[in-house]
């Protein structure tokens, strides 16, 4: 049997546009994602299709607990916020203050302010930290500096419970990652996450190759 050819890059795009018609941003969203461009900060939160994507993981994990490395303006922390059950908790891992306090300021805006703790300061710190508290999570978003995306890995397979499910962000980094004449820090980096992600026997797991690359994993109990 032939396989159907892969669409073009156009036809991606248009896809995408096809189901973000179907799902459009609520105006909280939207909102957030303007504030977001005029404050100048980098126009890097998740994709719409992903936040809503995550909201629904983190509802069907039935996890009361969820961890974000990287805030920015609080887009994603109000999409995992929105999939946990009353009594749930986020905790934001943030390098960056005043992206910190947008977050907060956006999260409280959605309702979710009494939700959600801010560890402000290089994540790879603030998870020994929270290693060191004896903390475990029940899902996991990786979303800041990919240079250190392998060890946030490593980092949420030691905090995680048994079955949580680990979301990474960005794996083909706008064509990089595929890209031989790449090889910087962030795109080696990306690209063994992306063989830990795919071979490592402690995970179940598979990447989404919509907007720029999803990875879904479990970690088995
Ligand atoms: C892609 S943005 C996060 C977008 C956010 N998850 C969303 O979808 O709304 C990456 C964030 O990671 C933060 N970041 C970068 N390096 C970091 C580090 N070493 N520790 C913690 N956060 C870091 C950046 O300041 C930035 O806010």
Redesign the pocket.
């Known amino acids: 049997m032939t396989q159907p050819s892969s669409p073009s890059p156009e036809e991606f795009a248009a896809q995408e546009r096809y189901s973000e018609e179907r799902y459009p941003e609520d105006g909280l969203l939207r909102s957030v994602r303007q504030a977001i461009a005029e404050a100048g ?2 126009e ?3 994709a719409p299709g992903y ?1 809503r994507l995550l909201t629904m993981l983190v509802r069907l994990s039935g996890t009361r607990q969820a961890l ?10 109000i999409c995992l916020a929105r999939g946990l059950p009353a009594g749930g908790r986020l905790t934001s ?4 203050p005043e ?1 910190a306090a947008m ?1 907060r300021t956006h999260l409280e805006a959605a309702g979710f302010g009494a939700a959600v703790d801010y560890r402000i ?4 710190e ?1 998870l020994k930290q929270l290693e060191a508290e004896g903390r475990r999570f029940g899902f996991f ?1 990786i ?3 990919k240079e ?1 995306y392998p060890d946030y890995l490593e980092a949420a397979i030691r905090l995680a419970e048994p079955g949580a499910v680990i979301a990474g ?2 794996l083909f980094l706008r064509g990089r990652t595929l890209n031989p004449a790449k090889n910087g820090p962030a795109v080696q980096a990306m690209r063994r996450f992306n063989e830990t992600i795919a071979g490592d026997p402690r995970l179940e797991s598979t990447i989404l190759p919509a907007y720029d690359g999803l990875a879904l994993a479990i970690v088995r109990g």
């Open positions: 900060m980098p890097v939160s998740v936040g974000e490395i990287g805030a920015l303006g609080g887009y994603s922390g891992l943030e390098l960056k992206y977050a300061g290089p994540a790879l603030s978003f979303d800041a500096d250190n962000d960005n």
